[in-house]
Nanobody, 122 residues
Framework: QEQLVESGGRLVQPGDSLRLSCVAS????????IAWFRQAPGKAREGVGC??????IYTDSVKGRFTISRDNAENSVYLQMSALKPEDTAVYYC?????????????????WGQGTQVTVSS
């Protein structure tokens, strides 16, 4: 049974850095695609980035600020966020799909974590 558990979200100030973690079970992170999505109040869920054996892709608004990495031994994926802005405030979700084709389309992911809240505010 596939399960994803996110952690690391908290209140930070603009310009700060933060790392989110996603621990996977029942699906191998280095053989499939793991993505990060976020959803702000009143807005649609947005793909932030994903990682697979093809590499990583990111949405334009986070390029140069966010980095996704993977620890195969821990079967975990991380989202390193830097230069955080108030508009990055959202619930961040980890999602997984079988296969290695990168995608930031939420409907292509069948497995989701419960989400972790990131708030960027002074």
């Amino acid at each position: 049974q596939e399960q994803l558990v996110e952690s690391g979200g908290r209140l930070v100030q603009p310009g700060d850095s933060l790392r989110l973690s996603c621990v996977a079970s029942g699906i191998t992170v280095d053989r499939n695609t793991i993505a990060w999505f976020r959803q702000a109040p009143g807005k649609a869920r947005e793909g932030v980035g994903c990682i697979s054996s093809y590499g990583e892709i990111y949405t334009d608004s986070v390029k140069g600020r966010f980095t996704i990495s993977r620890d195969n031994a821990e079967n975990s994926v991380y989202l390193q966020m830097s230069a955080l802005k108030p508009e990055d405030t959202a619930v961040y979700y980890c999602a997984a799909k079988y296969g290695v084709q990168p995608s930031l389309v939420a409907g292509r992911y069948g497995y989701w974590g419960q989400g972790t809240q990131v708030t960027v505010s002074s």
